[in-house]
């Protein structure tokens, strides 16, 4: 590809914002301090070693290699080391992913919109109730979560149509050190007018009574879904890398900055929480309802307020640059499209899409479109988009890459790309062939029969 980042700091930037995304601010610390504090984190880690690490330093090696989008890179790499085109699937697969997630994920990031918009109006939320009712008047009103959805998508949309260096590495480089300064002051306000001792148990006292082999296959699998290796994004990135960048060094990178954000995101929320009695499991709920009405109580609360969906907005933001490039990337080549126009077009089908799930919160709330399949008869289509992304285009992405690279290729391919000892080649090697997809195949469908 023509387009490359600018350096390492761009690149680096740019793959820590795809990782961190909503679920970055509320998921990962609740999910710790509900399964048993530092007994989950620690298996959250192993999950993030034996994994998502060995996946990451896979994509990032098919894709600088491979110089094309997700299927292009994939099929340049197996068919210089003899392999079948046909692999280049998995590619496709993690564009449609890509497109899917975003479709609804535009939604939820246009919710922090409107609330960020919002949030400077405190007569809004001084009770219970009003907080209540303006979260339902949002969720009944499809016009207006549409043009917010719009507005998220149209935002997304301008900054993959500059390019990667004028686009993407541009807002990746504003983008994360606002929310980075963002999540640090609302984590000391936080603590100062919060419960923090509460919330240190809650996320880290190790508490082995809570934890079962189920809660163990969570906290492995995570780091996987929460940071999206297996949908193909970190290997466009990677094709805009040049060969002076250290793939080792962005990777650790990338797993340091995701996590470390999320773990003070526990800091900028729990306290909070606790120290007004709430629910930390209400999940959206939490952050739309009961967290407005608790900031409303407390000192500089409107400002607070603000600044939280605030960095929701931009959270979400720079993860969905990341998923609406996959499909511009993939047009670019397969159709010959200038950036511009297959921004165009990726974008508004991605609208279009995703009035589904915007029509899931109301006028079609009760539209099921696989009642007739056993534990989906319940399910909206928003509930369908989720559950087919999440539970099995992911892992199947996952799975392929990993069977690819650890069987199929060489093993002087990633030795090669990667600059790895003998040594280190055959560990990674190992952990692809037998770890990860048993940590995947575990992590996905094994806590459903638990």
């Known amino acids: 590809m023509a387009e490359h980042w600018s350096g390492r700091l761009g690149f680096i930037l740019a793959t820590v914002g795809s990782a961190v995304g909503l679920g970055s601010i509320w998921k990962f610390p609740y999910e710790a301090g509900a399964n048993g504090g530092g007994v989950f984190v620690l298996f959250y880690l192993a999950g993030i070693v034996l994994i998502v690490v060995p996946l990451l ?21 197996a068919l210089a080391n003899g392999a079948s085109p046909l692999w280049s699937l998995i590619g496709w697969i993690g564009v449609v992913s890509s497109f899917l997630i975003l479709s609804f994920y535009a939604v939820i ?17 001084p009770t219970a109730e009003t907080a ?23 935002i997304s949309a301008f900054i993959v149509a500059r390019g990667v260096a004028r686009g993407i590495e541009l807002a990746a ?50 780091g996987f879904f929460s940071i999206g290796v297996g949908l193909g994004v970190m290997i466009v990135y990677a094709a805009y890398a040049e060969y002076d960048i250290d793939l080792w060094e962005v990777a650790i990178a990338t797993i340091i900055g995701d996590t ?16 007004e009695g709430l629910d930390p499991s209400s999940g959206p709920g939490l952050m739309f309802v009961t967290l407005p009405l608790a900031f409303g109580h407390m ?35 397969q159709g010959r499209c200038s950036r511009a126009i297959a921004t165009a077009i990726a974008t508004i089908a991605c609208f279009v899409l995703g009035l589904g799930t915007v029509l899931s919160f109301n006028l079609w709330r009760n539209v099921y479109p696989l ?11 928003y509930d369908v988009l989720d559950y087919l992304t999440s539970n099995l285009m992911l892992p199947i992405g996952g799975l392929s890459l990993a069977i690819l690279t650890g069987w199929v290729l060489p093993e002087a391919f990633l030795a090669k790309e990667l600059a790895m000892p003998h040594t280190k080649a055959i560990v990674l090697r190992i952990l692809l062939r037998y770890v990860v997809p048993a940590g995947i195949i575990a992590a996905a469908f094994v806590p459903f029969v638990l």
């Open 57 to 77: 330093l896979v994509e990032f090696a098919i894709g600088r290699r491979g110089r094309g989008d997700a299927a292009v890179s994939i099929r340049n790499v």
């Open 109 to 125: 990031g246009g919710w922090a919109i409107a609330y960020a918009v919002e949030a400077l109006r405190p007569e809004l939320m």
């Open 132 to 154: 209540q009712m303006r979260f339902d008047s949002l969720m009944a009103a499809p016009l207006r979560m549409a043009f917010y959805q719009a507005l998220f998508l149209g």
């Open 173 to 222: 480089k504003v983008l994360m050190p606002v929310l980075a300064v963002l999540i640090v002051v609302l984590a000391i306000y936080s603590i100062a007018e919060g419960d923090a001792e509460k919330t240190l148990y809650f996320m880290f006292a190790f508490d082995a009574g809570m934890f079962t082999p189920r809660v163990a296959l969570e906290a492995l699998g995570l």
């Open 260 to 275: 470390a954000i999320s773990l003070v995101a526990g800091f900028a929320v729990f306290p909070i929480v606790f120290a």
């Open 299 to 333: 000192p500089f609360g409107t400002a607070a307020s603000a600044a939280f969906f605030l960095l929701l907005a931009i959270a979400g933001l720079v993860s969905a640059i990341s998923l609406l490039e996959m499909p511009v990337a993939l047009l670019m080549r």
């Open 371 to 381: 009642a007739a399949i056993p534990g989906l008869d319940t399910a909206t289509i």
